[in-house]
């Protein structure tokens, strides 16, 4: 005898359920008044009501607003595809619970529901609307009018985001279309919506049918399910008849399928002012610890190691800085009792952070302030915010955003060497602690752009009408014009706009000549890296350079058997920047020279000023990208399928430049006395450690 149930269209005949629905009339290939007729394949009523459910509600959903006519043969398909999807996803769900070999504990029984409340928030929101489970939130309302307890929704949250993260994914939509395309189904918005809404809701129904899979666990222990917190429970199960599995009305389901109770009353919540307390240390013997570990004391050769294993993809710079990152994390460490990797936590990395904003911005050029521990570096940032505030300036205390985000990225560098190479460390994760990086819009604004005439005054230094002496006098009017890079870089600076490191590290091999005139050959040399491939670049040598006497400079030079173009900018004794080397010689002539009208940034900003010179002069961002050495984000043709600028248009391009240094008279070729003499370089300092010495 047919046996009805609550779920429409389901009854059973003999030991089998067989789900029997109408045809609506909407679908006009089918005959008026004929049914579909469906074995479940299974004899447990629990099984077959979650399946009826799921085919009913997907016959409605295809019943309104049906774009295209589907025949009765489509719906049948697309019915038994979903009734064997949920067998096979509760088998394998069954089977996992027992994999997991806890057929009591009732977390599985809760992660199972928690689980389920976020497919059925997906199913009933959607993938666009993006819910936050807090305050004022309808998700959050939606399931406290379905009385879920407030203890389970950070955890319901969390597999929320998580999902809904899954299914805004090309591979998630690229799926349902797939789905969609094997029924034949139309490929319109409104459809796919359906079909997820249909995934979505399927899932929730096959995750809230707990009462198989969990047989053995206490519904007494859960508040999802109508008792008491969770508890610990016991290790070792007593032998005991098993209670009877309470019926489905005890347990939270969706609120289509029960009356809807009313609105639990919020208890009230009492704010607690406490700071976070990091997770106690472990204070256990090193030996005891399943993975090795390292000891804080060894932090920095483990760096070394990893900047070893980085090889050419590290310059020195950004060795540098690794290094820096780890002594600041290393402090903050010890600061907090860490003995070991083993013992670091997310709260540590936290604490590392806040300590970026509360130190001197240039703590690293300070010998002094590098020997500081971390209390005392803080210390120092504070004394210099009082020191500010009493004077009515803006204190130098605190990284900069950039900065912070290249420490995290070391740090994620070092932490990932750690535990790649088996040592014991937590997890851990830069969410909520790297800032925002600015957006394009106010990126533009950061930098000024000067304009030939705001450079132009530096040409009328001492440095090029004659000065006192080579040594201290250059910033005195005199009858001297030494030429040295003081003398060249400015003016290839200003009309070529390349990196500081770029020009101040060429080698005399690196000037060439075509049939247009000279040519700077960008290349990694013996003196210096390029920052990127797209560097590497052949730039024309401005006329300028040329009327000057710069040929005759190199020609000088290389009698004298030096190989670099500037040699003095290079240190014998230390492993120098020759950039920064150039920076520390020129920047107080250019202050003296521009006075107030001084920029920040000195010389990038002279890159930034010639790209927006040529920019205003009508030449394409492409050639000036390929003339400044960047990558340019025109789209496949200038990425693939063409080769950068080549000389001629460059040669076109730089000449819309105005000439800025007419002014300047020739002289003849004067080197400095001790670059004439072959001898080292006055301003040479013995190198502080091995690895800064010159080999």
């Not at 800085?321 to 070991?340: I, N, S």
């Not at 460390?425 to 602690?433: I, S």
């Not at 961002?621 to 003339?627: A, E, G, L, M, Y």
Request: glycine share 8%.
């Amino acid at each position: 005898m047919a046996v009805r149930h609550d779920v429409e269209n389901l009854t059973r005949r003999g030991n089998i359920f067989y789900w029997r629905a109408r045809v609506p009339s909407a679908f006009g290939q089918c005959r008026p008044g004929s049914r579909l007729s469906l074995s479940l394949h299974c004899s447990d009523h629990k099984k077959a009501q979650a399946i009826g459910r799921k085919l009913n509600m997907l016959v409605a959903e295809l019943k309104l607003k049906q774009k295209e006519p589907m025949s009765k043969a489509q719906l049948q398909k697309l019915c038994e595809h979903e009734r064997d999807m949920m067998l096979m996803h509760l088998e394998d769900v069954s089977m996992v619970a027992r994999r997991y070999g806890r057929p009591a504990d009732i977390s599985e029984l809760e992660m199972d529901l928690e689980n389920g409340w976020a497919y059925r928030l997906l199913g009933m929101f959607g993938i666009t609307h993006h819910l936050t489970l807090k305050d004022n939130c309808r998700g959050l309302a939606y399931l406290r009018q379905n009385g879920v307890p407030a203890s389970h929704i950070f955890a319901i949250g969390s597999n929320y985001f998580e999902l809904l993260q899954e299914a805004n994914t090309r591979g998630f939509k690229a799926g349902i279309r797939r789905l969609m395309h094997l029924f034949e189904i139309s490929p319109n918005p409104l459809n796919e919506e359906k079909a997820m809404k249909a995934y979505f809701s399927g899932r929730a129904e096959a995750l809230f049918d707990v009462a198989e899979r969990h047989p053995l666990a206490d519904r007494d222990l859960s508040e999802l399910t109508g008792g008491s917190a969770s508890k610990l429970q016991s290790a070792f199960i007593k032998v005991a008849p098993l209670k009877a599995t309470p019926p489905l009305s005890e347990i939270a389901v969706p609120a289509d399928d029960v009356v809807e109770p009313s609105a639990p009353e919020v208890p009230p919540v009492t704010m607690l002012d406490l700071p976070p307390s990091p997770r106690a240390a472990i204070k256990a013997p090193v030996e005891e610890n399943t993975r090795p570990v390292i000891h804080l004391a060894a932090f920095e050769a483990e760096c070394e190691k990893l900047v070893k294993n980085m090889g050419d993809a590290w310059d020195e710079p950004t060795a540098r800085d690794a290094r820096a990152l780890v002594r600041m994390f290393k402090g903050v460490l010890e600061e907090h009792g860490v003995e070991h990797t083993g013992q670091i936590t997310q709260y540590h990395i936290g604490e590392l952070r806040q300590h970026f904003n509360d130190i001197p911005a240039r703590w690293g050029q300070s010998a002094r302030m590098r020997a500081m521990s971390a209390p005392e570096l803080r210390a120092e940032g504070e004394r210099l915010r009082e020191k500010a505030g009493t004077e009515g300036k803006e204190a130098a205390v605190g990284l900069k955003a950039g900065t912070i985000r290249k420490h995290l990225g070391n740090l994620n560098h070092f932490l990932k060497h750690v535990r790649g190479h088996g040592f014991e460390v937590d997890d851990w994760t830069f969410e909520g602690l790297r800032p925002k990086k600015p957006k394009p819009g106010s990126i533009r604004k950061q930098q000024h752009k000067p304009t030939p005439d705001e450079i132009k005054p530096i040409f009328s230094s001492p440095i090029y009408t004659g000065s006192l002496n080579h040594d201290r006098g250059r910033k005195k009017p005199g009858p001297h014009v030494f030429h040295d890079a003081a003398y060249f870089l400015p003016i290839m600076f200003s009309y070529l706009g390349a990196r500081r490191r770029e020009f101040a590290g060429l080698a005399l091999d690196d000037i060439a000549e075509d049939d247009g005139g000279l040519v700077l050959i960008l290349r990694t040399n013996k003196f210096r890296r390029l920052k990127t491939e797209q560097s590497e670049r052949l730039l024309p040598l401005p006329q300028e350079l040329v009327r000057l006497g710069f040929l005759d400079y190199c020609a000088a030079l290389q009698n004298l058997g030096y190989e670099a173009v500037f040699p003095d900018l290079f240190s014998d004794k230390t492993a120098n920047d020759p950039g920064d080397r150039f920076y520390d010689v020129f920047v107080p002539i250019m202050k003296q020279s521009l006075g107030e009208k001084m920029w920040a940034r000195a010389f990038h900003a002279l890159r930034h000023g010639m790209a927006d010179t040529l920019l205003q002069a009508g030449v394409p961002p492409v050639v000036i990208d390929d003339i400044s050495g960047r990558l340019s984000q025109g789209g496949e043709t200038s990425l693939r399928y063409t080769n950068p600028a080549g000389l001629p248009l460059m040669r076109d391009a730089l000449s819309k430049y105005p000439i800025i240094t007419a002014g300047i008279e020739p002289k003849p070729i004067k080197l400095l006395p001790w670059i004439e003499k072959r001898l080292p370089p006055p301003w040479a300092r013995e190198a502080k450690n091995e690895a800064r010495r010159r080999k």
